[in-house]
């Protein structure tokens, strides 16, 4: 799979609060992430499905020029900092199972995934003044895992979806129903 990413053209205007003084202006351009990945599934039996992916996502896409926005003539070792501060790319590994029940329409999912840290992180000369900034603002995340349950009933014309995502920063929980017309 790879899913290309929107570019967004970005203004920034740096000015006072009733914008009747402008400090600086800055165009540039802000790149979403892309991701390439790759999956295999495997059908044990009628009942049970084994899902594998990988996914690359570029993150540093994200930290590429976006810094120099909210900056105005920086100096060297503001720039400094700033050149030392990124996000890493990442790899997602998912692994997920679904087991059908064969007599009743139901499906009962869980799954286990790595999601690599990805905010940015500073890896610099900590001994200047901007460089203790950017080391304080910036101390990047780490990896995290994530655990999912998840259940589904379905009939020919409606399917109903519950499920959760569990990990140390967050949990998720989602519904979701689907009629079908046809």
């Known amino acids: 799979v790879y899913r290309n990413t929107p570019k967004f053209d970005v203004n920034h205007i740096n000015a006072n609060g009733d914008l009747s003084t402008i400090f600086f202006e800055r165009d540039f351009d802000f790149d979403v992430p892309e991701v390439f990945g790759i999956g295999f599934s495997f059908q044990a039996s009628d009942s049970l499905t084994i899902n594998f992916d990988v996914n690359r996502i570029t993150y540093s896409d994200v930290s590429s020029a976006t810094?120099?926005?909210?900056?105005?003539?920086?100096?060297?070792?503001?720039?400094?900092?700033?050149?030392?501060?990124?996000i890493d790319d990442g790899t997602e590994v998912r692994l997920g199972v679904e087991y059908l029940f064969p007599t009743k329409p139901v499906?009962?999912?869980?799954?286990?995934?790595?999601?690599?840290?990805?905010?940015?992180?500073?890896?610099?000369?900590?001994?200047?003044?901007?460089?203790?900034?950017?080391?304080?603002?910036?101390?990047?995340?780490?990896?995290?895992?994530?655990?999912?349950?998840?259940?589904?009933?379905?009939?020919?014309?409606?399917?109903?979806?519950i499920a959760a995502d569990f990990s140390g920063v967050q949990d998720i929980y989602s519904v979701s129903g689907v009629y079908y017309f046809n």
Not at 131 to 145: I, L, M, N, R
């Open 67 to 86: 810094f120099w926005a909210f900056s105005d003539n920086p100096t060297d070792e503001q720039f400094n900092a700033a050149s030392s501060t990124a």
């Open 107 to 161: 499906a009962l999912r869980a799954g286990v995934w790595r999601e690599p840290g990805h905010s940015l992180d500073f890896n610099g000369d900590d001994t200047t003044l901007w460089g203790q900034v950017h080391d304080s603002f910036f101390a990047g995340t780490k990896d995290e895992t994530h655990f999912s349950i998840g259940l589904g009933f379905f009939q020919e014309k409606f399917s109903f979806d």
